[in-house]
């Protein structure tokens, strides 16, 4: 296992930040931009606008002095930025990336995911975002991700912490080994149309 230190994200990051969560652009993203360059510049201005996470609610793990993964926890009440009208502020710089056409198909994703996506539960700490850079994946780093998340969980007074995710993610078995279990899964022909993803699931785990 890497030798893991975890701050709090700060604005020097940025750039570590895009590189952990587009340098391998998810899988619904390439659904939607399938170049894997354009979908990245994709990602890079949702991360500067702090629309795909929140810096204030993000923690970084550094490995040697580098940022190689970010997890983002959020409490009830702090819901994600990503809204309808907060793309329209990024309108003009999406459409620069992947033409109207592009732009047209990431609203209809937008609604697609809305009917997969899950309310966080009211009692739960919320991770948001967790991601390790893909050059550093399989060793031991989001683990201790999730262990940091638990701990601001129970420093809180939460007793349970939550996370949606695909239904294809294969860091479902990660969250699992880490003790969240699926309490509900939902399906949509249409985001599995647009994305080659059936769905998502939302994992809860309980704290001792």
């Not at 990660?174 to 599995?192: C, K, M, N, S």
Request: proline content about 6%; some cysteine.
């Amino acid at each position: 296992m890497e030798d893991v230190t975890i701050r709090p994200a700060c604005a020097d990051d940025i750039d570590r930040l895009i590189a952990s969560l587009y340098d391998d652009p998810p899988r619904d993203l390439l659904g939607l931009v399938p170049d894997p360059v354009k979908a990245r510049a994709v990602g890079a201005v949702l991360v500067r606008r702090g629309l795909a996470i929140d810096l204030q609610l993000t923690a970084v793990a550094i490995v040697d002095g580098l940022v190689v993964g970010l997890v983002e926890v959020r409490r009830p009440g702090e819901d994600s930025r990503m809204t309808p009208w907060s793309m329209l502020s990024v309108a003009g710089r999406e459409v620069a990336i992947v033409g109207v056409g592009g732009l047209w198909r990431y609203a209809r994703y937008q609604r697609a995911r809305s009917r997969v996506e899950m309310p966080h539960p009211s009692d739960a700490l919320y991770v948001g975002e967790l991601d390790v850079h893909r050059e550093f994946r399989n060793r031991g780093i989001g683990g201790a991700l999730l262990r940091h998340a638990d701990e601001q969980a129970r420093s809180e007074r939460f007793t349970r912490i939550a996370l949606t995710t695909t239904t294809s993610n294969p860091a479902q078995h990660l969250y699992q080994r880490h003790g969240f279990q699926i309490v509900e899964t939902r399906l949509d022909p249409a985001y599995e149309r647009l994305t080659g993803i059936p769905g998502r699931v939302l994992m809860v785990k309980d704290l001792p």
